[in-house]
Nanobody, 127 residues
């Protein structure tokens, strides 16, 4: 049985840091890609970053480049999102999702190709 489980959210002040974790349990594909999405109140969900587990190649949304870093533990199928220099506008529910074929993590993060989703985790940036 496959399962995607996020952890690590919370409340942080502007300029602070948080690290999110995503455990993708039960996935055996050699082409697996794992992505982070976020949805702020009243806004559409957006792709934040993704990583292809076999190669380690990554993609970032322009809004987080230079501040967020995605990394992987390919032995345990776990992905991390290190978020630094957090801004008010980073406040959102963050979701982790998997794309077993990996096509959703090439030139951009293609949300429609991610079929397994976690429950979401709140990140709040507030003073």
């Amino acid at each position: 049985q496959v399962q995607v489980v996020e952890s690590g959210g919370g409340l942080v002040q502007p300029g602070g840091s948080l690290r999110l974790s995503c455990a993708a349990n039960g996935f055996t594909s050699d082409y697996l890609a794992i992505a982070w999405f976020r949805q702020a109140p009243g806004k559409e969900r957006e792709g934040v970053s993704c990583i292809r587990m076999s190669s380690g190649s990554t993609i970032y949304a322009d809004s987080v480049k230079g501040r967020f870093t995605i990394s992987r533990d390919d032995v345990n199928n776990t992905v991390y999102l290190q978020m630094n220099k957090l801004k008010f506008e980073d406040t959102a529910v963050y979701y982790c999702a998997t794309d077993p074929l990996g096509y959703g993590c090439y030139a951009t993060v293609i949300e429609s190709l991610y079929h397994y989703w976690g429950q979401g985790i709140q990140v709040t940036v507030s003073s």
